[in-house]
């Protein structure tokens, strides 16, 4: 189990700027979701995977925010145009379901911190 | 709608003194309640869990109870160790099994 993985940890970019993140979960684990946490808060959900199928977004996620998860492996998250608002922690976590269909605990990743200036 | 509400921290101790962090959240019906640790420079770490009323949750000393009556899932330790310092974050699981978080309460111990 090599747990949750996130690229970059870190990421630097001017205002205007894209950037991608890439999470890899926990292999077998169907369940994929994105979190924001910004200084001083606890995380805020964005949006999750079920296999490739992204079942729910947050408000938090506006049209410049999107997500993918090809094949039902790793996961990107984009920013288009990012602003200095952006700046956060973006967590991932990943859980498995159980037969009955119900997810078990949700596995964090070490985040990506991303800074706009 | 789904809310999770801790103390303010930052919580100070001293080393071996007992530790309570009190957490209560507001849902409907009766979800999924958990600790996460944050350490410093590190991701949420899974601490304990507890699924349904009066389940207690247990992990490297420390112990929470699934209260109904009162919607609250305290975090307790009898002895606290200057490495326990770190976040902690109490968090519930809502109807779409996502994770909703308290803000975190932050401890920290001294030798």
């Known amino acids: 189990d090599t747990g949750v993985s996130q690229d970059p940890r870190h990421k630097i970019t001017k205002r205007g700027q894209n950037v991608t993140f890439r999470c890899d979960p926990i292999s077998e684990h169907n369940r994929l979701y994105w979190y924001r946490q910004t200084l001083g808060q606890g995380p805020e959900f964005l949006t999750y995977f079920q296999n490739e199928a992204q079942l729910e977004k947050s408000r938090l996620l506006s049209d410049r925010f999107s997500a993918e998860r090809p094949k039902g492996s790793f996961s990107t998250l984009e920013i288009q145009r990012t602003e200095q608002g952006d700046s956060a922690m973006y967590l991932c976590?990943?859980?498995?379901?159980?037969?009955?269909?119900?997810?078990?605990?949700?596995?964090f990743g070490p985040g990506t911190r991303l800074t706009v200036t | 709608g789904n809310s999770v509400t801790q103390m303010e921290g930052p919580v100070t101790l001293s080393e071996e003194a007992f530790l309570t962090i009190n957490c209560t959240y507001t849902?409907?019906?009766?979800?999924?309640l958990f600790w996460y640790v944050q350490y410093p420079g590190e991701g949420l770490q899974l601490l304990l869990k507890a699924t349904k009323a009066d389940d207690k949750g247990s992990n490297k000393g420390f112990e929470a109870t699934y209260r109904k009556e009162t919607t609250s899932f305290h975090l307790e330790k009898g002895s606290v160790q200057v490495s326990d310092s770190a976040v902690y974050f109490c968090?519930?699981?809502?109807?779409?099994?996502?994770?909703?978080f308290g803000s975190g309460t932050r401890l920290l111990v001294r030798p």
């Open positions: 849902a409907t019906g009766y979800p999924s």
């Open positions: 968090a519930l699981m809502d109807s779409s099994y996502k994770l909703i």
């Open positions: 976590a990943s859980s498995r379901l159980s037969t009955s269909g119900r997810p078990y605990e949700q596995y």
